[in-house]
């Protein structure tokens, strides 16, 4: 009985909680018992302990009794030695090394005992719970409210990464990918203005039929001028038929436009995941605080940061990432130094600058010459092409140099 006592304690307190509340969620006996048992542990620890104190208690008066009857006082000594190696050994350590290895098949039993003992000794329970009350208050020692078992989202993501081998790795990537979109903003993601392709309704008609057959995208931004005079999204399928009937001008591509939408700057993925839905949009336009065009985000770019690239950029002529024969890699500055991380497994900074071209330049506070070598992070970066004031190629070294520790006892000057 000592035993079962000290066994189903630990294996109680052991049980997963969110496996617990899924098997009675199920309908599972044991498990509906158990959680019932939990949701009151004061009173629960009550019992365990006036159950095993009372048996420990019956134990030492019985077997006192004995060794007095059998051997007079030497007895009473010799009962007292085997009684603290036996209760040690079979009604502690065992049964709650037993209960800690498998708590589910030491628990579950153990709840349909607990559950009618609670109701029958509730009255003893509930005094002895007001007594180690009133203890505690005369200790000054305040009861801390019982604690929601819900997780945080660093948590959560120490709980998903600890699931590696249960569930396939690119479904706990993906769950990751979900729990940081709250960390990153729509900068991390968006095309830069510079890179922003659409048609310019100041150029020549014939110059805009041309450009439009070669188009990779479904949805073109329509401007006058510049970006900042943006006028709104067309579909590529609703241009097409009006091209087919031989009915395409400037008029009837303003009537089949949609009004932009436009992003605060530094709104979270997850945020902007909803408001698309919200609104019923794919794409829209991150603007500054003065109201100028950033750059442009869709539901692909967001999607992406969950499930990774899914979709490929029709209008690059070379992928971000070119592995050259010594190991390195030719990146192209424009790209976002979190795909870079992420790709490569790397650890670059990326608090402040989002494209690799800004990285360097916030790191060198000037815009550098073709063959200019650097350190950022202890990652070599070899600068290869400088186009228009900005980084465009460098070749990028994944494996980490870090400054040669001097010996003690080795002079840090020249003689």
């Known amino acids: ?69 059998l051997y007079g006082d030497v007895g009473l000594a010799i009962a007292t030695g085997i009684l603290t190696l036996v209760l040690l050994i079979f009604a502690e350590v065992t049964p709650k090394t037993l209960a800690a290895s498998r708590p589910e098949s030491i628990a579950f039993p153990a709840a349909y005992v607990y559950k009618p003992l609670l109701r029958l000794l509730s009255p003893l329970v509930t005094v002895i719970d007001w007594l180690s009350k009133m203890v505690l208050m005369l200790l000054q020692v305040s009861e801390k409210p019982h604690e929601n078992d819900g997780l945080t989202s660093e948590e959560l993501r120490v709980a998903v990464n ?67 005079n943006i006028l709104g999204i067309a579909q590529l399928r609703k241009i097409l038929p009006l091209m087919m009937a031989d009915e395409f001008d400037q008029e009837s591509l303003k009537k089949i436009m949609r009004k932009s939408y436009f992003i605060p700057e530094g709104t979270p993925l997850t945020t902007q995941l909803l408001n698309f839905r919200k609104n019923k949009r794919r ?20 999607l992406e940061e969950i499930v990774g690239e899914f979709t490929t950029d029709p209008t690059a002529w070379h992928q971000p990432f070119v592995q050259d024969e010594d190991g390195s890699f030719l990146v192209d500055g424009s790209t976002h130094i979190r795909e870079i991380n992420r790709s490569l497994n790397l650890d670059l900074p990326s608090e402040g600058a989002r494209t690799l071209n800004g990285l360097i330049l916030e790191h060198m506070e000037f815009i550098p010459e073709a063959g200019t070598s650097l350190k950022i992070n202890h990652y070599p970066i070899e600068i290869m092409q400088v186009k228009n004031n900005m980084v465009k190629t460098v070749r990028l070294f994944t494996q980490k140099i870090l400054p040669r520790q001097t010996p003690k006892s080795e002079s840090t000057t020249d003689g």
């Not at 052991?14 to 018992?33: D, I, T």
């Not at 794409?283 to 967001?302: A, H, K, S």
């Open 1 to 69: 009985m000592s035993a079962f006592f000290s066994g189903s304690e630990t294996g109680l307190m052991r049980l997963n909680r969110y496996r617990l509340k899924h098997l009675a969620e199920k309908n599972h006996g044991g498990a509906k018992r158990a959680l019932e048992l939990l949701s009151q542990p004061d009173k629960l620890i009550s019992l365990i302990l006036l159950g095993n104190n009372f048996i420990n208690i019956l134990i030492i008066q019985l077997a006192s009794y004995i060794g007095l009857r």
């Open 162 to 228: 600890e699931t590696s081998g249960l569930i396939p790795d690119s479904h706990r990537e993906m769950l990751l990918g979900i729990l940081d979109l709250e960390k990153v903003s729509v900068d991390d993601i968006m095309v830069p203005r510079s890179e922003i392709i659409g048609i310019d309704l100041e150029q020549n008609w014939n110059d805009i039929l041309k450009q439009i057959t070669k188009l990779p995208y479904t949805r073109i931004p329509i401007f006058s001028g510049n970006i900042d």
């Open 283 to 302: 794409m829209g336009f991150v603007v500054d605080e003065y109201g100028d065009i950033q750059g442009l985000v869709t539901i692909e770019d967001i």
